[in-house]
Structure formats: C-alpha cells, structure tokens
C-alpha cells in the first residue's frame, strides 16, 4: 500500500540539474520543471524538509544551475558529486538519507528516464516511499520523459504534479505555512 507524503518523514532530492545538460533538454520541459522545483526548494525550506542535491561528474556536465543555487541559499542542503546514474548506489548519498530518518523521498530533476528513474527504483529496493513531482523533471526528448514517468509509476513510485505535493506535505490550510506556500502557486 501506498503511503501519504509527509512532511517530517520526507526529504527532497534535487538530481542533477546542471550546466552543461539544460542545453540538450526539451526547452518546455525545462522551463517548467525549473519553474516547479524552485518553488518545491522554497516549500521545503518553509516546512523544514532536508533537501540533497546531487551533481552527476560535475567536471564534465557543470555544476547545479544558477537559478536553482539561488533557490536553495539560506536552506541547511547536502551535497552529493556522483558517477552512478542512481544516486542511491552512491554509498555516501544513500548512508546520509538513512541517518534523515526518513523514509519518503520527493525526486526532482534530470533526466527523468536515467537518473530520476534509477534513483527511484533504488530507493524503492531500499524500503523508500517514492514522490515523483512529473512537473519538476525533465529529459532531452518528450518521448524519454514519458517512458521514465510510465516505468516508475509500474515499479511503485507514486508520481504527480507541484501542486499535489504542495498540498500533501501542507494537509490542511489555514495555517502561516500554507498562505506562503499557496502564494508560491500565483
């Protein structure tokens, strides 16, 4: 069965937005997904959600994009350089999102149908529940981003939009947390 999304047992995983592979992505895509994951940092920095960031070889693809870094100043993050395309089978990244405590892992970033989706399946192998935000991923072509969307969600991973997310961690309006994510959606 399937677990809710929760805020104090989540964490929010940003992979590998980087320099040198936003050129080769679906500019809609990406534009989209840049837009969602910076309003996801902001929502898990108002909710206290641990956020890790990984970089894939950042020698060759760059580092994480400036309009993300931007996003994430000011929030306690974790950082992550890796070879493997699943952050999970890096033993450092996996080590550190068992010593959260937390067993619910909202994945964000590129590419959806490589690392997105190894890191999903991993992490389900491992006993997370996995959050795929499909607003706030991306890939090269649209065909590979829906492939990895189709293949997470028959492995387990719960997949939906920014806004679903938002308001599964939020559960109830009203509150000082809920008006300042909510005007994130304006």
């Given at each position: 069965m399937v677990d809710f999304m929760d805020m104090e047992k989540s964490v929010l995983v940003v992979v590998d937005i980087q320099e040198r592979l936003v050129g080769a992505i679906d500019p809609e895509l990406?534009?989209?997904?840049?837009?969602?994951?910076?309003?996801?940092?902001?929502?898990a920095g108002t909710l206290s959600v641990p956020i890790v960031v990984t970089e894939q070889y950042p020698k060759g693809l760059g580092r994480t994009v400036a309009e993300v870094e931007q996003a994430l100043e000011g929030k306690p993050i974790s950082r992550y350089e890796k070879s493997t395309f699943s952050c999970a089978r890096d033993e450092g990244f996996?080590?550190?999102?068992?010593?959260?405590g937390r067993k619910h892992a909202i994945l964000?970033?590129?590419?959806?149908?490589?690392?997105?989706?190894?890191?999903?399946?991993?992490?389900?192998?491992?006993?997370?529940?996995?959050?795929?935000?499909d607003d706030a991923v991306s890939s090269r072509f649209r065909h590979n981003y829906?492939?990895?969307?189709?293949?997470?969600?028959?492995?387990?991973?719960?997949?939906?939009?920014?806004?679903?997310?938002?308001?599964?961690?939020?559960?109830?309006?009203?509150?000082?947390?809920?008006?300042?994510?909510?005007?994130l959606l304006k």
């Open positions: 990406y534009r989209i997904a840049l837009k969602n994951t910076q309003i996801l940092i902001e929502a996996l080590s550190h999102l068992g010593s959260l964000v970033g590129m590419e959806t149908h490589v690392c997105v989706y190894q890191t999903a399946i991993d992490l389900m192998r491992a006993g997370y529940s996995v959050f795929v935000i829906e492939s990895g969307l189709r293949s997470m969600i028959h492995a387990g991973a719960v997949v939906f939009s920014t806004e679903t997310a938002l308001f599964s961690l939020l559960k109830r309006a009203g509150t000082p947390e809920f008006k300042k994510i909510s005007s």
